[in-house]
C-alpha cells in the first residue's frame, strides 16, 4: 500500500533556532499537507500545497510540494517553546478524501 | 457544533464484546472521516462518507469493522467482537465541501479504546 516515510523521527532543538523536516513517498499525490498535533488533541492542518513546486508560507513555516509530487518538506523558522508537538505529512489520493499520513516528527524546543 | 465531538471519550471493553464509537461532525459538514491512530503513529485511514454515502471503505482491517452515517450527520463506528489488538485512538474529522476537492478536513478529539 502507499506509505509515507517521515523524517527525522525526533528533533530537541534550542529556542531560537531553524527546523527541517521532511516526507518521501513512493506514490505519487496531488495534495501534500502539513498537521501539527498536541497532546490530547487532533491533528491540526498548517499547511496545504496543491501545485507541483509549489512553496507556501504560513508565518514562521514554509513548506514546498517537490517537483517529483513524491515529497514535501517543511521548515519552520526561530522556533519557540509553543512549536512542540508531533508534526505530520499527510498527502491525499487523487480524486478520493483519503489521505495517508507519515509517522510524525516528535518536535521538543529548548527555552 | 462548534468543532468536531466524539462519544465516548474513553472506552474500556472486554475481548469480544462489540462497541460502538460516535462522531457528530460540525454542523453543514458535507464529508465526515474516520482514522484510526495508534501510539507514536499517524492517523490511518477507515472510511470516509460524502453526505449519508460511503465512498471508500478500503482502511477498514476486517468485516467486524463497519460505518454508517444513515442521514449524512452523525456517524457510527462498529467494532464487533472486538480484540486486542484493535486498541487505538479512533479519531473522527470532517470537512465542509466534498472530500475529493481538496477541502481542509478537521479532527476531532478522538476515542480511545482499550480492548482487555
Known amino acids: 500500500g502507499q506509505q509515507l516515510n517521515q523524517s527525522p523521527q525526533s528533533m530537541f532543538i534550542q529556542e531560537g533556532e531553524d527546523v527541517s523536516m521532511n516526507c518521501t513517498s513512493s506514490?505519487?499525490?496531488?495534495?501534500w499537507l502539513w498537521y501539527k498535533q498536541e497532546p490530547g488533541e487532533g491533528p491540526v492542518l498548517l499547511i496545504a500545497l496543491y501545485k507541483a513546486g509549489e512553496l507556501t508560507s504560513n508565518g514562521r513555516l514554509t513548506a514546498q510540494f517537490g517537483i517529483t509530487r513524491k515529497d514535501s518538506f517543511l521548515n519552520i523558522s526561530a522556533s519557540i517553546p509553543s512549536d512542540v508537538g508531533i508534526y505530520f505529512c499527510?498527502?491525499?489520493?487523487?480524486?478520493?478524501?483519503?489521505?495517508?499520513f507519515g509517522q510524525g516528527t516528535t518536535l521538543q524546543v529548548k527555552p | 457544533g462548534a468543532g468536531v465531538s466524539q462519544s465516548p471519550r474513553y472506552k474500556v471493553t472486554k475481548r469480544g464484546q462489540d462497541v460502538a464509537l460516535r462522531c457528530d461532525p460540525i454542523s453543514g459538514h458535507v464529508s465526515l472521516y474516520w482514522y484510526r491512530q495508534a501510539l507514536g503513529q499517524g492517523p490511518e485511514f477507515l472510511t470516509y462518507f460524502n453526505y449519508e454515502a460511503q465512498q471508500d471503505k478500503s482502511g477498514l482491517p476486517n468485516d467486524r469493522f463497519s460505518a454508517e452515517r444513515p442521514e449524512g450527520s452523525i456517524s457510527t463506528l462498529t467494532i464487533q467482537r472486538t480484540e486486542q489488538r484493535d486498541s487505538a485512538m479512533y479519531r473522527c474529522a470532517s470537512s465542509l465541501g466534498a472530500a475529493e476537492g481538496g477541502n481542509t478536513i478537521y479532527f476531532g478529539e478522538g476515542s480511545w479504546l482499550t480492548v482487555v
Open positions: 506514490s505519487i499525490f496531488n495534495t
Open positions: 499527510a498527502g491525499q489520493v487523487a480524486n478520493t478524501g483519503k489521505l495517508i
